[in-house]
């Protein structure tokens, strides 16, 4: 029987992108499932497809009192509540980052516990690994040196939160599952360029007709990207069976540059922009990518395995239909 099955699960950014993937799935695994989400970013077309299944507490989870209105007698917590953007954003506004962030898992995690939830996923990300990080990066690196500082404020508020997790583990009967997820995308992303990730960004710069098409960096650094729905299922199977607040990467080892990234967008869009690469701003990581040891020992084998190419052609395809 699934470890879901019948089990009162809450999924806080239950509308977001990873977590209206993340609702999808608890729902055909038959959990009686509550999304909570401010609806600030989050959407309700991401979850029309269960809406007649699920719970929806559209919350604001920054209010404490709040949270513990969603934990109410939930036997899991999954919480992806975040403020998430773009380094654009997140390079300037690294205090209203990291305030936001520590305060969501902070009155997550007390509230989790003061409710009696008996297991708790917290989200971190790949943010937390320096700048120098060895690649494909283990998780041990997340605790040398500081975050890389494009995304200082985010990354410095996810190692905190882990710690704040372990020692909630240590000090309660909850028992937490950590999560580090590398560059996440789908087709519920925003197509934002001013607070957006880098991939859908770019889709509609592109897709716009944007000629020359600037692009931060020298173009040379790279990524590795994650489909959200693959995210998601890490996510779960994290949760399920690796409760140890400890750390995994949720990830790959598939590199591609963003010179390649722009290529391929390009090519999947019809068009042919002059790019321009302006090597005055930030490429922020100069390389990223998951050391997956981990997640294959403590999941049976699993990583994501979502081609890039077949999720870039259906954001492709949704951003030229719905534009």
Known sequence: MSFYKNKRVLVTGGCGLI?????????SEKADTTISD???????????????DVELRKLDLLDYSNCLKACEKQDVVMNLAAQVTGIEYNRTHNAETFINNMTLAQNMLKAAVECGVKRFLLVSTACVYPHDAVVPTPESEGERDEPEPTNSGYGWAKRMSEKLGKYYAQESDMEIAIARPFNAYGLRDHFDVGTSHVIPALIKRICDGEDPLVVWGSGNQSRVFVHAKDIAKGMMLLTEKYAKSDPVNIGHDKEVTIRELVDLISELSGRNPEIVYDTSKPDGYPRRAADTTKLKAV???WVPDTPLKEGLAEMVEYYEKTK
């Open 19 to 27: 977590g209206s993937y993340l609702s999808e799935l608890l729902v």
């Open 299 to 301: 999941s049976g084998g």
């Open 38 to 52: 401010s609806l600030s970013r989050g959407s309700l077309d991401r979850i029309k497809s269960i809406k007649d």
